[in-house]
């Protein structure tokens, strides 16, 4: 039995992820990016925004 006020747990996966996510947001905002290259940041951030239950 959870106790209600005890707040959800936070995973190692979890940060990983989060890490990930900002890495590949910070890969997004360089100017020198080929189409290529953006198409496919944007591909990996929605799968993995999704994975996350954030999308």
Known sequence: MSDP???PKYT???YREE???AALQRQL???DLT???RSQ???DIEKLEIAM???
Do not use: V
Request: proline share 14%; with cysteine; aromatic share 0%.
């Open 12 to 14: 190692c996966n979890e």
């Open 41 to 43: 940041l944007l591909m």
């Open 19 to 21: 890490m990930i996510l």
């Open 29 to 31: 905002a360089k100017p």
């Open 53 to 55: 239950g954030l999308d």
């Open 35 to 37: 189409p290529e290259t």
């Open 5 to 7: 006020e005890t707040p």
